[in-house]
């Protein structure tokens, strides 16, 4: 059964901690992307990558890192530089980066403790 | 500053009749737009898409329109279903290769 996985479902963070969200896919798609959601607000592309060993910062990268190192795999690490982590992070994958159609996971949301 | 928007929060509308989801757009390089449907505590699904060469795209019981001078979109759903009522957002993108620009979302309440 093709799909996007997303784990935890619920993250809490220490002040100063990193975490790390998990992605992964089985649909054999090569562009993956990670989104923010905030109350009353679109969601904003953090970063995504096209292929494997490549990825671009999105228009809220600061405070975030990825790595793309398996077609199947796209973690988040939200590091302590990231002042307002709290949001439902949603993480997204296309045939390719031209993809009309992304498919999402389910999220996970990040509270701060 | 947004350049996605969908400026009703929520809609409520009664099963069987119209429900009408707006977006409009402040960019007018904005060329395909698409619209998804989110359940909560799920990630959005893709409805239904549109680019600029069509002003009207159907699929079963969803319609997109798109104004392009008015730089205004809408999904049109009928009849509206109980299994309807969730969170809708409109996408926008500048064409081939470009990322969507998300809008905050509408949340739709289908009433028996």
């Known amino acids: 059964d093709g799909g996007i996985t997303q784990s935890p479902k619920y993250l809490f963070r220490k002040e100063g901690q990193n975490v790390t969200l998990s992605c992964e896919q089985n649909l054999n798609h090569d562009a993956m992307y990670w989104y923010r959601q905030d109350p009353g607000q679109g969601l904003r592309l953090i970063y995504y990558s096209q292929i494997v060993n490549d990825f671009q910062k999105g228009d809220i990268a600061e405070g975030y890192s990825v790595s793309r190192e398996k077609k199947e795999s796209f973690p988040l690490t939200v590091t302590s530089a990231q002042k307002n982590p709290t949001a439902f992070y949603l993480c997204a994958s296309s045939m390719a980066r031209a993809s009309e159609t992304q498919y999402f996971g389910p999220g996970t949301r990040l509270l701060v403790l | 500053d947004q350049q996605v928007k969908q400026n009703s929060p929520s809609l409520s509308v009664q099963e069987g009749r119209i429900s009408i989801l707006n977006c409009d757009y402040t960019?007018?390089?904005?060329?395909?737009f698409l619209w998804y449907k989110k359940y909560p505590a799920e990630g959005p699904t893709f409805l239904i898409s549109i680019s600029s060469i069509k002003d009207k795209n159907e699929d079963g019981r969803f319609t997109v329109f798109l104004n392009k001078s008015a730089k205004h979109l809408s999904l049109h759903i009928v009849p509206s279903q109980p299994g309807d009522s969730a969170v809708y957002f409109c996408?926008?993108?500048?064409?081939?290769?470009?990322?969507?620009?998300f809008g905050p979302g509408t949340r739709l309440s289908v009433l028996p």
């Open positions: 996408a926008a993108s500048r064409g081939y290769g470009q990322n969507f620009v």
């Open positions: 960019n007018s390089m904005f060329d395909y």
